[in-house]
């Protein structure tokens, strides 16, 4: 079996995963797979599926599965891939998770652990409404909870699939689709409850102290 810390950042849309993500690809040298970012890169260089991919992500539906599992094959098979990795966004489904589990093993590799983020569900609207992101930077900011420093020079706009109806319509495939996971991994005795409602620093620590547990 390869060495390396293998992880998946599971929760809600607005629980913190991109964020603890960035923290954790310096403190642990990982390779951060965000499929939703690497989606959204490809809507911004209008690849063909890029373009594909839009109609389902604006709506706040979940792109094929065929997409997506596409994705992470190309993404562990580069020759370049790190030993130690994260994926923020993937698995999503049942289906997904299943397929990934094949793919590891074909490949021989396995989980440390699924890290399952939870914040209160009501805050996940105004997590994710008030969520705007830098064009320069690529910093993620809340206007109300994480604002912008005033003396800095950030260029911000919010995600396509950050307004109020396509928000409702992610939290609620994420109850149908993306939670029965929880269960799943735990199944599996892979999965670390974190609380996502507390400062990212603190949150941050609870993370590598559940990997140290699982190594
Ligand atoms: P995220 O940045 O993870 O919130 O993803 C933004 C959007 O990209 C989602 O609402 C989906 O439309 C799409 N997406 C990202 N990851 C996946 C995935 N694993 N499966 C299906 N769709 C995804």
Redesign the pocket.
């Given at each position: 079996m390869s060495k390396g810390i293998h992880l998946i950042l599971l929760g809600a849309?607005g629980v913190g995963?991109?964020t603890q993500s960035a923290l954790l690809k310096d403190k642990l040298s990982a390779a951060h797979v965000?499929?939703?970012?690497i989606?959204?890169a490809a809507v911004r260089n209008g690849t063909e599926m890029g373009l594909s991919?839009k109609t389902?992500?604006d709506k706040?539906?979940?792109?094929p599965?065929s997409v997506?599992l596409g994705i992470i094959k190309d993404t562990l098979s580069d020759s370049s891939f790190p030993d130690n990795w994260m994926m923020?966004?993937?698995?999503?489904?049942l289906a997904?998770a299943e397929a990934f589990n094949q793919l590891l093993s074909d490949i021989d590799q396995s989980l440390t652990v699924v890290l399952n983020i939870a914040v209160p569900f009501e805050l996940l609207m105004e997590r994710l409404t008030l969520r705007r992101t830098c064009r320069k930077t690529g910093q993620v900011f809340n206007l109300k909870l994480n604002p912008p420093p005033e003396d800095g020079d950030f260029d911000l706009f919010q995600r396509a699939?950050d307004t109020e109806e396509a928000v409702n319509k992610?939290l609620s495939?994420y109850d149908e689709q993306t939670k029965p996971l929880i269960e799943y991994y735990s199944s599996k005795g892979l999965l670390a409850n974190i609380n996502g409602d507390q400062p990212m620093d603190d949150v941050l620590k609870e993370i590598l102290t559940t990997i140290d547990k699982f190594q």
């Open positions: 849309p995963k991109g965000s499929t939703g970012e989606l959204r991919a389902f992500m706040g539906e979940l792109v599965d997506i923020d966004g993937f698995p999503r489904n997904q699939d992610r495939v």
